[in-house]
């Protein structure tokens, strides 16, 4: 069965500063990886995904991801935080064989300014 | 105007009651998805139809039920044999298929009162 770590609960960064938030993952096969970020009492809001090929993966807002598969692990980043980027950001993994999407457990990311 | 609709955004349960929260998309999705969310847990997935007239538990499948008699609605009961109904309750679909991204509505927030 596949699983997520988000091995932080919280990331505290400054503004302007570059943020990384950790994934890793467990699946059988080859991984599909998503990244979402929720605000507050909302829905979950779709940021990228890795399928295949380039293990840099670029998406909304700024934000990209890196995929190890060494090191099974999908981490979030973004070159210059933004106050508005604080919000919980969660993890995703499914498998090539079925369509059950699992979760990490999140990690909330707070900028300063 | 495409996407996600849940209601009500917010419901109160008495002790012992039976109650069903609704979710319907317009966006041709094959796949749909029931997550609990609680503080610092994540998302657990509940229950998910990959097609109409199907699906399946997911982890945290005991006392909920569904259906998934239209494409469009995947309506979500909380029985009385869930013990700890009170969270935030989280709908979703996607295309069928591993590398599709799962898409969200704005939730439904249960009390037990």
């Known amino acids: 069965a596949q699983s997520v770590a988000q091995p932080e609960d919280q990331v505290n960064v400054a503004e302007g500063n570059p943020l990384t938030v950790k994934c890793t993952y467990s699946v059988s096969g080859n991984p599909y990886l998503f990244w979402y970020v929720q605000y507050p009492n909302r829905g979950l809001q779709f940021l990228l995904k890795y399928i295949t090929g380039d293990n840099l993966v670029k998406g909304s807002y700024g934000f990209e991801a890196e995929f190890n598969k060494s090191q099974t692990s999908f981490h979030l980043k973004k070159p210059s935080a933004l106050v508005s980027d604080s919000a919980l950001y969660f993890c995703?993994?499914?498998?090539?064989?079925?369509?059950?999407?699992?979760f990490g457990a999140g990690t909330i990311l707070r900028v300063k300014s | 105007d495409g996407g996600i609709t849940q209601s009500p955004k917010y419901l109160f349960r008495k002790e012992g009651q039976n109650v069903t929260l609704s979710c319907e998309q317009n966006?041709?999705?094959?796949?749909m998805y029931w997550y609990r969310q609680d503080p610092g847990q994540g998302l657990r997935l509940i229950y998910y139809s990959q097609i109409v007239n199907d699906f399946q538990k997911g982890d945290i499948a005991e006392g909920y039920s569904v259906s998934r008699e239209k494409k469009e609605s995947f309506p979500l009961t909380v029985t009385s044999a869930q013990k700890n109904p009170t969270a935030f309750y989280l709908c979703?679909?996607?295309?069928?298929?591993?590398?599709?991204?799962?898409?969200f509505g704005q939730g439904t927030r249960l009390t037990v009162v």
């Open positions: 995703a993994v499914r498998d090539s064989y079925g369509n059950k999407l699992v």
């Open positions: 979703a679909s996607s295309r069928t298929g591993g590398s599709s991204e799962a898409f």
């Open positions: 966006l041709n999705h094959d796949a």
